[in-house]
């Protein structure tokens, strides 16, 4: 009732101002900082507000990308270099892989883009091979590529297709013949799920959600199952948003601040990732407080669709709850931009609501297109303005 209301404000309005974060901001890169490689002018307005100075962050912050063909380090010194400030703390579409542990001493494929060797062995793996050492061990096994070309690489090419299937269904063991009834087949983790991407072409261009579309339907089609992933991750998969709170809560002990972080801030461009990610997370937390127990919870969250595929008879495995501790966080908030994907000539709508929805779902097969998810809990035209409206809502003064 009203006076209920009326006195909840007040209360909110007599708190005090705080000089240590109680929140912690998730940023996306392309379209909220840069724009290839060009800063966005709004970013350097925004941690001009987060940085003290020293150069250091005043709030824990981490950034957030789907990118994957570069190491973590790499990334950040680029995203330095652009903007002027330290950055040190980027999670890529494969950085969560770190908290897979039980993997790390086993023989793992990996196929991808840029130096897939550093990446998967910087991220704790010992055993790598890459679908160029396979090619070369066994020549046989690629009739795809008859003129290898070796001034262009071939990228997402027929080759890894062809090689993984022949990991699958061989079980790893590429000296037998195709077992179509291979079941259950090898662990596989996909990072990045984005069907398509932006780059300097008019039309969008495929993204690495392309080739799981091809791998998913060329499986289902010799041996009639469903692949299934051991976990898909990179936004808006909540194993993401799970490891950038970690790092997040890292922060926070690091420097010694005494509140904890209950409140997350993700700002990003791009509905179907950032947005839907940001509150598929946030559902995830509410669950959570309404549910202490954790099996009960990763069960919800795999029905709504999201990290685990098909998770009907197994006991769903989940790695990331055991390897990080609970998170601190109750809430995830999605904050939208204009400066990228998301209407970047219109003006600013007044009501998120008026937000367009998706009405062909490009998101992964093992999520569901859910309206909720894409809606925005706040719209602002750059990320200066989302970093002024979370500063005013948190009451935040740094030192
Ligand atoms: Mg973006």
């Not at 991808?112 to 396979?134: C, H, R, T, W, Y």
Request: proline content about 6%; hydrophobic content about 40%.
């Amino acid at each position: 009732n009203s006076t209920n209301t009326h006195s909840l404000a007040d209360q909110l309005l007599s708190l005090p101002l705080q000089s240590q974060p109680g929140f912690g901001l998730l940023f996306d890169i392309d379209g909220v900082l840069v724009r290839g490689k060009m800063p966005i002018p709004a970013a350097k307005k925004a941690f001009e507000k987060l940085v003290n100075s020293q150069g250091q962050f005043v709030v824990p912050v981490v950034f957030v990308t789907n990118a994957g063909n570069c190491l973590r380090q790499t990334k950040a010194d680029q995203l330095s270099h652009i903007l002027g400030v330290s950055v040190n703390q980027v999670i890529m579409s494969h950085s969560p892989l770190r908290m897979f542990k039980k993997y790390h001493e086993k023989c793992v494929l990996v196929s991808g883009q840029g130096p897939v060797l550093d990446i998967a062995k910087n991220l704790g793996f010992e055993k790598v091979v890459s679908v160029d050492m396979l090619r070369e061990s066994f020549p046989l096994l690629d009739m795809v590529d008859h003129n290898r070309r070796p001034k262009l690489p071939v990228r997402y090419s027929n080759t890894n297709l062809q090689l993984i299937i022949d990991i699958l269904l061989t079980n790893g063991n590429l000296s037998t013949t195709h077992h179509t009834q291979m079941s259950p087949h090898l662990p596989l983790l996909a990072c990045n799920m984005d069907l398509m991407w932006m780059a300097e072409a008019q039309s969008p261009r495929f993204g690495h959600g392309t080739f799981l579309v091809c791998l998913e339907n060329i499986y289902k089609k010799i041996t009639g199952k469903e692949l299934k992933y051991e976990a898909l991750m990179g936004k808006p998969s909540e194993l993401t948003y799970h490891f950038a709170e970690y790092l997040i809560r890292c922060q926070a002990i690091e420097k010694q601040w005494k509140l904890p972080i209950t409140s997350l801030y993700a700002i990003g461009d791009n509905l179907m990732t950032d947005i839907y990610g940001a509150n598929l997370y946030n559902r995830y937390l509410e669950e959570r407080v309404t549910r202490k127990n954790p099996k009960t919870v990763a069960k919800m969250v795999a029905a709504t669709g999201s990290t685990t595929a098909m998770p009907q008879e197994e006991e769903i495995d989940n790695t990331w709850e055991s390897e990080l501790a609970p998170p601190s966080a109750t809430s995830c908030k999605s904050v939208l931009v204009c400066t990228g994907v998301y209407n970047p000539n219109t003006e600013v709508p007044s009501d998120a609501n008026h937000c367009i929805k998706e009405t062909v779902f490009h998101g992964h097969r093992d999520f569901r297109f859910d309206p909720a998810l894409v809606e925005p809990v706040h719209i602002v035209q750059d990320v200066a303005g989302a970093v002024d409206l979370i500063l005013e809502q948190e009451k935040f003064v740094p030192q």
